[in-house]
């Protein structure tokens, strides 16, 4: 649905250029929800206007549903742009006006009559679920019924893609759940394209398909959600995926040397990462019953992306070093990523005790 080639975007200061998007290509299926992340200045919001050409991009070509968006004239380009329907952080809506007239008004010079106008917005507003707030005005409207609105509005003229930027930064975190089920709703019932641009994790990880991690402009890394959880390769992209779990807080204790974290003489503290296949697995157990390691649990989380379930658990093994190594193996042949974090060392003190 979407092809992006070598895409690049400068823009001309007064002292300097400011290079936003830097080569880059990607290709966004059609019916997808895809999704763009990345830090305050990383491009992301730039690259999402040059999809609609609110941007133009300095270089490289921009495909939308087999027609350069690049090539087109003026008039060809307003009707592909309503086949792009776009939503932002702050709602952009229009203060003067109902809910009613706000959602209607891309249906100006549309050729419908007044009727089927009433009809297209009854509709639209039934599905966004504000049906009995059309004659309210926008002041009269919590942030996420604003966001319905606009939802509303951005699908008037039936498209074929949905744009959004930072559509869930402004909201609460219950507001932003209910916003991205009903994204999620409307990609499924609708088949319809949605690019989405955050920077958090947390929306990504509830309902996108693919995502594309930016960085200073350049995207780093790419993938399908399942596989950038699983093997995260860039280091941008293990701070936004340590930024949903509080593993991360392991390891900064760890450095702090917090007593949580402290090991006896003879124990192990050990990372153990779980994918899909393996989580419901009793192997802790075995490893207790079989191998006979003691086993304290420090931390334990397990998720579900996509109907598959991702695990993190720190724990402390206590038995002979032999014994702790087999209980490794065993682990490592159960497809579990095993790091040791700390090892041998005395409560309390870091000496030559210490291996």
Known sequence: MIELRHVSKTFQTK????????????????????????YSGAGKSTLIRCINLLERPSEGDILVDGHNMLELSDKDLRKMRKKIGMIFQHFNLMRSRTVFQNVAFPLKNSGL????????????????????????????????????VAIARALANDPSVLLCDEATSALDPQTTQSI??????????????????????????????????????VVVESGSILDIFAHPKADATKKFIQSTSAISKIYEMVENNHV???????????????????????????????????????????????????????????ASDEKKQAALDYLE???????????????????AECR
């Open 180 to 217: 991205l089920k009903l994204l999620k709703e409307l990609n499924q019932r609708l088949h319809i394209t949605i690019v989405l641009i955050t920077h958090e994790m947390a929306v990504i990880k509830e309902i996108c398909d693919r995502v594309a991690v930016m960085e200073h402009g």
């Open 260 to 318: 949580f974290t402290q090991v006896s003489k003879g124990q192990w503290l050990i990372h153990l990462k779980y994918g899909a296949g393996n989580t419901k697995e009793a192997m802790l157990s075995h490893i207790c019953a079989n191998i006979g390691v003691e086993i304290s649990i420090i931390y334990g989380n397990v998720e579900v992306i996509h109907d598959t379930p991702f695990g993190d658990m720190v724990v402390i093994l206590d």
């Open 113 to 148: 009559t007044k009727d089927e106008i009433q009809k297209k917005v009854s509709e639209l507003l039934s599905l966004v679920d504000l049906a009995d707030k059309k004659d309210a005005y926008p002041s009269q409207l919590s942030g996420g019924q604003k966001q319905r």
């Open 15 to 38: 002292h300097d250029h400011v290079h936003a998007v830097k080569d880059v290509s990607l290709h966004i299926e059609k019916g997808e929800i895809f999704g763009v992340i990345g």
């Open 333 to 351: 042949k159960s497809g579990v990523e095993v790091e040791v974090i700390r090892y041998d060392c005395v409560v309390k003190q870091l000496d």
